[in-house]
T-cell receptor, first 111, second 116 residues
């Protein structure tokens, strides 16, 4: 089955810097890759997703890139703000199978 | 619009006790899910309901049972709690039928369960 690895487990940046979180997946047939943000005491919330027919997708300060050949995808956050501090999860899905989540990255943005 | 509501938020059980985690959504979604979240292991699917009246096992179903009471409500029951079930439990829902084939999941705020 699908296996998703996520790095780093923790990431500390200064406000205004960029943050990059990387995930690799094992099943070359995976075709859907969402990213979820989990704030303290809350459930995860979808922030951006990408499908396998697209190489990059942007939404304001957030972007996701996908490299199907290398089987990895990344979340890029530019001009980070303290409110970006949270745990971020990547996930991958093959066809109509269930989502497989990565282990999470705790992002801390210091003022 | 409350979204996905879970109760209780916190619970402490002794080994062998039973309890039911409640979940309700007010978005008229067809599919509902139960996940557990453990440190270093991400989110793992316990059970899901692809539509009202159906339930299916996820990747870690042992020790749990579920009931899709109606379209709004999906409960998770621990019949005989074990320390290995200490975790944070999340209920989620998604608009379409078909369970895991849905894309966007809407999560509740979680139940922190400790089994002593």
């Amino acid at each position: 089955g699908e296996n998703v690895e996520q790095h780093p487990s923790t990431l500390s940046v200064q406000e205004g810097d960029s943050a990059v979180i990387k995930c690799t997946y094992s099943d070359s047939a995976s075709n859907y890759f969402p990213w979820y943000k989990q704030e303290l005491g809350k459930g995860p919330q979808l922030i951006i997703d990408i499908r396998s027919n697209v190489g990059e997708k942007k939404d304001q300060r957030i972007a996701v890139t996908l490299n199907k050949t290398a089987k990895h995808f990344s979340l890029h956050i530019t001009e980070t703000q303290p409110e970006d501090s949270a745990v971020y999860f990547c996930a991958a899905r093959t066809g109509f199978q269930k989502l497989v989540f990565g282990t999470g990255t705790r992002l801390l943005v210091s003022p | 619009n409350a979204g996905v509501t879970q109760t209780p938020k916190f619970q402490v059980l002794k080994t062998g006790q039973s309890m039911t985690l409640q979940c309700a959504q007010d978005m008229n979604h067809n599919s509902m899910y139960w996940y557990r979240q453990d440190p270093g292991m991400g989110l793992r699917l316990i059970y899901y309901s692809a539509s009202e009246g159906t339930t299916d096992k996820g990747e870690v179903p042992n020790g749990y049972n579920v009931s899709r009471l109606n379209k709004r409500e999906f409960s998770l029951r621990l019949e005989s709690a074990a320390p290995s079930q200490t975790s944070v439990y999340f209920c989620a829902s998604s608009p379409g039928q078909g369970g895991p084939s849905n894309e966007k999941l809407f999560f509740g705020s979680g139940t922190q369960l400790s089994v002593l």
